[in-house]
């Protein structure tokens, strides 16, 4: 990680489970989000974050179509200061299959090793069910 970055440390504690250490940034050191939503499926809000191991684009993808959204899921292109893409990751939402007008939750995890990324953006995804 950069040695440029004001990182901070903090312990959370989840019930029922281990502690869990991560690591944050100031909300100046954020890489900048876009979106670029589809015809049917829009995002309506994400967060970015990174723990030790992971970079992470968390938030909520939409059906906003008259159909049914099989196989939903988000993609998220994490690009360096140069505008270039480093890696391009992509997870199921949590609710796989959302009716007309439904949302689910998402959570795209990625190791970018030591690469920092300047700014990413997320691209809901699935496919329609016809008939």
């Given at each position: 990680m950069s040695a440029d970055r004001n990182w901070y440390w903090y312990v959370g504690f989840a019930t029922g489970t281990?502690?869990?250490?991560?690591?944050?940034?100031?909300?100046a050191d954020l890489p900048a989000g876009d979106?670029?939503?589809t015809k049917y499926?829009?995002?309506?809000?994400?967060?970015?974050?990174?723990d030790l191991l992971f970079t992470i684009v968390n938030?909520?993808?939409?059906?906003?179509?008259?159909?049914?959204?099989?196989?939903?899921?988000?993609?998220?292109?994490?690009?360096?200061?140069n505008g270039t893409l480093i890696t391009s990751?992509?997870?199921?939402a949590?609710?796989?299959?959302?009716?007309?007008?439904e949302n689910s939750s998402f959570n795209?995890?990625?190791?970018?090793?030591?690469?920092?990324?300047?700014?990413y953006k997320v691209i809901p995804g699935g496919d329609i069910q016809v008939g």
């Amino acid at each position: 990680m950069s040695a440029d970055r004001n990182w901070y440390w903090y312990v959370g504690f989840a019930t029922g489970t281990s502690n869990v250490t991560q690591v944050s940034t100031s909300a100046a050191d954020l890489p900048a989000g876009d979106v670029i939503n589809t015809k049917y499926l829009e995002i309506t809000n994400h967060s970015f974050s990174e723990d030790l191991l992971f970079t992470i684009v968390n938030g909520t993808i939409v059906n906003n179509s008259n159909n049914t959204i099989n196989s939903a899921e988000v993609s998220v292109q994490f690009y360096d200061e140069n505008g270039t893409l480093i890696t391009s990751s992509t997870e199921n939402a949590k609710f796989v299959i959302l009716a007309s007008g439904e949302n689910s939750s998402f959570n795209v995890r990625s190791d970018l090793g030591d690469e920092i990324p300047n700014s990413y953006k997320v691209i809901p995804g699935g496919d329609i069910q016809v008939g």
